[in-house]
């Protein structure tokens, strides 16, 4: 690669759903932008996280043209059951919101969403490591990476920082300029990828022994977790300890609502909330991981990170095409409002459902009094169910 700089008007550090997302709206926009992406092509559209896609992130694929196989292989989700003492929460979103959510892995988005951005001619670096990030206050920020064993440079007017909890781009930001608030949960989630038909029900379930949660893929794939210690080891986890965990959390007694096929996946996820902000220092702005982590109990990761950047998007446009920087001023306080709303709402299913070794016994009557309030309350389900379903982007 040339040592002369590449220039561009912004930088996007990350192929992940929030980087993707904002180059094909900035595209769309006529705006440009370069992508930077540390991993190859292949380790992204095979990375596997959450599944689920509120029906805003559904419409916003629509909007962008990149819904078609998605419409066609995604199963949708009209329910959610909440499992406890023999006792089944149904949440009909429906009858409760008027919305469906869709279940599409968030690595088949991440291959629409590549195959758009290459289709369309848009820059897309692959195993481009970002190193630095420079600049950010003053008028001609840049990206300092290596690919194809060279050190190169991306020139920018802004910069967007989609590059993860663990990404360079949080860390260009001063010191003292970040406040930033957390929680570690002292549980993780063991999950399980298997070669099976899922169970009828997207289906929660709060037992003694812990949470379990039994989700779908498609209809012959099952993405099942029950929780564990958060400094487990994977390894003390055989496949038979697992299928047995399962079948005892959910209530399957017989052992005939769970199939119990191949298991292509297995790891721990941890429990926490992360949020830092503001999500904009001078000439970066945050997205995504990048800024905030919700606990996976909300299935929110996606959805908030395609949020981010419908709002940056606007934003960008505005500046770019009239020179108006009200959008970029206001998208921090924009974005938060519905982070800490997601957050609220994760943190709420999490203490729910899970359960905690510090637990007095008070603690836990009041948790299963919680959960039979829902059970008999429609204002309570309804809340669950609107926040499942998402919230709506930006408030516009």
């Known amino acids: 690669m040339s040592a002369v700089p590449m220039r561009t008007q ?19 926009a006529g705006i440009d932008c370069v992508v930077i992406e540390a991993r190859s092509r292949s380790y992204v559209e095979c990375r596997v996280r959450a599944g689920v896609l509120e029906p805003a992130t559904v419409e916003l694929m629509q909007e962008l043209g990149v819904d078609e196989r998605m419409r066609r292989e995604a199963m949708v989700d009209d329910a ?16 409760l919101t008027g919305r469906l959510v869709h279940i599409y892995g968030q690595q ?25 990030v420079e600049g950010i206050d003053g008028n001609r920020p840049a990206i300092h990476f290596r690919h194809e064993n060279a050190d ?22 001063p010191a003292g300029a970040l406040t930033v608030c957390e929680r570690e949960f002292p549980f993780g989630w063991l999950g399980i990828l298997s070669e099976s038909p899922p ?21 012959q794939l099952s993405r099942l977790y029950v929780q564990c210690s958060a400094d487990d080891d994977v390894a003390a986890w055989p496949d038979g300890r697992i299928w047995d965990e399962l079948h005892v959390r959910l209530g399957d007694d017989d052992r005939t609502e769970i199939v119990e096929g191949h298991i292509v996946q297995k790891g721990i996820t941890p429990c926490r909330s992360f949020v830092a902000e503001p999500m904009r220092h001078g000439r970066l702005f945050l997205a995504g991981d990048a800024c905030h982590i919700v606990p996976p109990t909300g299935a929110k990761g996606l959805n908030l990170a395609a949020a981010d950047v419908r709002v940056l998007a606007r934003a960008l446009a505005d500046y770019f095409h009239g020179g108006a920087t009200t959008g970029l001023d206001r998208y921090s306080d924009t974005c938060l409002a519905r982070v800490w709303k997601v957050v609220r709402y994760s943190t709420y299913m999490t203490t729910l459902l899970h359960r905690f070794e510090e ?17 008999h309350s429609r204002a309570a389900q309804t809340v669950i169910a609107e926040n499942y379903v998402g919230l709506p982007f930006d408030g516009a």
């Open 359 to 375: 637990q007095s016994p008070f603690d836990r009557r009041l948790q299963l009094a919680e959960l039979d309030y829902v059970l």
């Open 108 to 132: 088949e988005v991440v291959k629409d969403l590549i195959a758009a951005r290459l289709a369309a001619g848009g820059p897309l670096l692959f195993e481009a490591e970002a190193t630095r």
């Open 152 to 173: 190169a440079t991306l020139v920018c007017d802004l910069v967007a920082g989609c590059d993860g909890f663990h990404g360079v781009c949080r860390a260009a930001i």
């Open 199 to 219: 169970i009828a029900q997207m289906t929660y379930a709060h037992h003694e022994r812990g949470f379990a949660l039994a989700s779908r893929r498609s209809p």
């Open 10 to 28: 912004v930088g996007i550090v990350g192929a992940g759903p929030a980087g993707l997302f904002l180059s094909l709206l900035l595209q769309r």
């Open 80 to 95: 959610l059951d909440i499992r406890f003492a023999g006792n089944v929460i149904h949440l009909d979103f429906p009858a």
